[in-house]
């Protein structure tokens, strides 16, 4: 019984707890698939569409280190610039997210998680594409960390400029 007021092996006393990441459910929070142009889609030449994707997360704590993440998916294609096809899916997840300091825990968040989603949102994507009577749509990897730095850095600059003009 004494043991489990022990430090870690490794860990000095005082020492903040040790960092934990656990996937506790994956999840289809949302979904919808549109062919408006069908089945004129289909016949009209070549099959050379424009795609257009977006790409947004968020997150909410649940409590006790406990987060459902979404990551949304907006894929739009165009043919002769009418809609072929637009997918909207939501994947989520909740995780356990324990020990991370707060710039850490904001990363986990809002790059780690969503990364941790993405490739049952596009194994879903491609199948409804799929089941749409369209050719596979394989979406090509994010990486979501870089996207994370990018955002911040922006959102650092107005804070920034808003601080020198004070």
């Known amino acids: 019984m004494a043991e489990e007021n022990q430090p870690a092996p ?4 005082g020492q903040a707890p040790q ?13 919808s698939f549109e062919s408006p142009n069908a089945p004129k889609v ?35 294609a165009k043919q002769d610039q009418k809609t072929a096809f637009l997918v909207e899916l939501t994947q989520a997840g909740i995780f356990t997210v324990a020990g991370f300091e707060s710039e850490n825990l904001k990363g986990m968040l809002a790059a780690f998680c969503p990364e941790t989603l993405f490739p049952f949102a596009r ?14 749509l394989l979406l090509a990897p994010v990486n979501f960390n870089a996207l994370y730095l990018q955002q911040a850095k922006q959102q650092q600059q107005p804070a920034a400029a808003q601080e020198t003009a004070h």
Request: glycine content about 8%.
């Open 10 to 13: 490794g860990q000095p006393e």
């Open 19 to 31: 960092q934990q990441f656990a996937i506790q459910k994956i999840y289809l929070k949302d979904v």
């Open 42 to 76: 289909f016949t009209d030449g070549d099959w050379k569409p424009e795609v257009n994707i977006q790409l947004n997360s968020s997150h909410q704590s649940l409590g006790q280190n406990s987060y459902e993440v979404d990551l949304k998916i907006t894929v739009t």
């Open 123 to 136: 194994e879903a994507i491609a199948e409804l594409v799929s089941k749409g009577g369209f050719p596979p």
